[in-house]
T-cell receptor, first 117, second 110 residues
Framework: GAVVSQHPSWVICKSGTSVKIECRSL??????MFWYRQFPKQSLMLMAT?????????EQGVEKDKFLINHASLTLSTLTVTSAHPEDSSFYIC?????????????FGDGTRLSIL | SQKIEQNSEALNIQEGKTATLTCNYT??????LQWYRQDPGRGPVFLLL?????KEKRKERLKVTFDTTLKQSLFHITASQPADSATYLC?????????FGTGTRLQVTL
């Protein structure tokens, strides 16, 4: 149980392109989803938290107009990297939590490797 | 600012031995602490959660301790196997938000 699917797993695109990443909880309802990015040999850095039906909460230093998050249903959240540039190249990982109680595990997708040329 | 320290150097142990990984933190009062396993190119996989009022948790060959006075958690894998080779991340949590350490790479050899 508690499977999270992330798509696509790998994207290469030209600078200036917008890229959409999907995160789906397959066998549970995710009231809260999280988006992280991870650089090589570094820790996961939380970018934003999204609750179904409400606006995402972004961490300090993360541009909300650059990284658009939509959590339209209890099983799907999307992250759109708008007008991507080479410095946006990274490993983006989503996670989902089945309730709003904080001290529960997060279930992660397998990440999306984004490379901007 | 918050700081989470995990041994950045890889931990190499022999199969069958107990692996002990350390997570130290400063400037933070987590309500709970979680340990995850991450394989290369994959997302983290949840292993154990321990709350601030708990001292120890066990799950099969895994054991985690949590000392809020020392601001430290220890993660043990007993009877380690080559399949346990991975990077292990500790994450401190409060109000649903997790802050991750950089992880420790464990290599179990035959």
């Amino acid at each position: 149980g508690a499977v999270v699917s992330q798509h696509p797993s790998w994207v290469i695109c030209k600078s200036g392109t917008s890229v959409k990443i999907e995160c789906r909880s397959l066998d549970f309802q995710a009231t809260t989803m999280f988006w992280y990015r991870q650089f090589p040999k570094q820790s996961l850095m939380l970018m934003a938290t999204s609750n179904e039906g409400s606006k995402a909460t972004y961490e300090q230093g993360v541009e909300k107009d650059k990284f658009l998050i939509n959590h339209a249903s209890l099983t799907l959240s999307t992250l759109t990297v708008t007008s991507a540039h080479p410095e946006d190249s990274s490993f983006y990982i989503c996670s989902a939590q089945g309730d709003r109680i904080g001290n529960q595990p997060q279930h992660f997708g397998d990440g999306t490797r984004l490379s901007i040329l | 600012s918050q700081k989470i320290e995990q041994n950045s150097e890889a931990l190499n142990i022999q199969e069958g031995k107990t692996a002990t990984l350390t997570c130290n933190y400063t400037n933070y009062s987590p309500a709970y602490l979680q340990w995850y396993r991450q394989d290369p190119g994959r997302g983290p996989v949840f292993l154990l959660l321990i709350r601030e009022n708990e001292k120890e948790k066990r799950k099969e060959r895994l054991k985690v301790t949590f000392d809020t006075t020392l601001k430290q958690s220890l993660f043990h894998i007993t009877a380690s196997q080559p399949a346990d080779s991975a990077t292990y991340l500790c994450a401190l949590g409060r109000n649903s938000k997790l802050t991750f350490g950089t992880g420790t790479r464990l290599q179990v050899t035959l």
